[in-house]
């Protein structure tokens, strides 16, 4: 369900830091915006009420634990309703918990070793991490051996450079900070950021 969710919407919002209320407000916006794929940190307060919050209001958002760093955070997730897990390292552990409980696996790899390793380990989907310092030109040279792979690229991603991961074969992005403005949250600008979501959508569509 969330690998066909985000090959059609192509994005991957992530929320961290923001208190109960900031998260569930954020997503709502973001949902409204055409962005219904939502990863909660899961060094964030209140994690696991945001996700398991959020799976009960809304069944079109499809919600996810990130910074998945040890069993112990992954099997948590899996409690609390996460659909997937999204980690920035690679440990096979973490798909070993997932699939047992038929959730999607995201570890995160750098190398082409670590892709491979990720792949094996039986990776859904291969998070590029850290996206941005590594560069648009990575990726390209990357699908080159690894064609077949589904990378998201993470860490870094802007409403400039989204659109450039989509056309070198990214089957998605994931966002922080530049889709999910700490100052709007904060501040309750909640239409600043379903219209920055709107603006995303249209030019990741207009990519694919």
Known sequence: MFKERLWQNGVLAILRGFSETEAIDAAQALLEGGVSAIEVTSDSPGAWNIIETLKKQNTHIVVGAGTV???????????????????PIFFPEMMQIAHRYGRLAIPGAMTPTEVMQALEAGADIVKLFPAGSLGVNYLKELRGPFSYIPFLPTGGITLDNAPDFIRAGAVGVGMGSALVNKGWVKEKKFAQLTNQAKELQKLIHQTL
């Open 69 to 87: 760093l040890d069993t112990e955070t992954a099997r948590q997730a899996i409690e609390v309703g996460a659909d997937f897990l999204f980690s």
